[in-house]
C-alpha cells in the first residue's frame, strides 16, 4: 500500500498513467471516494498508458463504456448497480474473462464481492486544498 499526493487533475491523470503500466490484461481497479475526487481523471490515465486514445467520459448514464486499443478498458458505475446479478447483466465478468482491464468507480458497495477478483484498490480522498487529493493504491507497486 502506498499514498500518493496530487495537486491538480493532470498529476491524478499521470498516476493513472503510471498504473496502467502494472496492470495485467482482465486486471480489476477498484475505485472508492466520494463525489468529484478523480475517479474518472484517474481513469482516464489508466486508458491513456493502456494506449486507448479516445478521451474518457463518466459511465454514470451507460454503466459501462468500453475503450478499443492495444490493451482494452472496460470503465464501470457501480453507482447504480446493486446486486451481483446486475453486475452479471452488465458484463462485468465477461470483460474481466476476456482480458480487459476493468476501472469501476464506486466500488464501495462491492467491496466484499469484488475481493475475489484481487481488486488494485485505488481510494481517492480530499487533502489539504481544494485541488489536492491524497490517493491510496493497493495490491500493486508503482
Ligand atoms: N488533484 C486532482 N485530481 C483530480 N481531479 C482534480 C484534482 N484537482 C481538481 N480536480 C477536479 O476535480 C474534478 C474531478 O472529476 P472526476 O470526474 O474525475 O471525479 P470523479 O471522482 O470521477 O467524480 P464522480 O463522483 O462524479 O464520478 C475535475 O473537475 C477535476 O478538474
Ligand atoms: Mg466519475
Known sequence: MAVFHTSNR???VALGRRLAA???PGALVAF???LGMGKTAFSQGIAEGLGCTDPVSS???AIVNYYRGPRPMAHFDLYRIHSEEDLYTAGFYEYLDEGAVVAAEWSESFAALLDAENP???DIRPGAGPDD???EIEGVEL
Open 59 to 61: 459511465p454514470t448514464f
Open 120 to 122: 488494485v484498490r485505488v
Open 22 to 24: 502494472k496492470l495485467a
Open 133 to 135: 487529493r491524497e490517493i
Open 10 to 12: 493532470e498529476e491524478t
Open 32 to 34: 472508492t471516494g466520494g
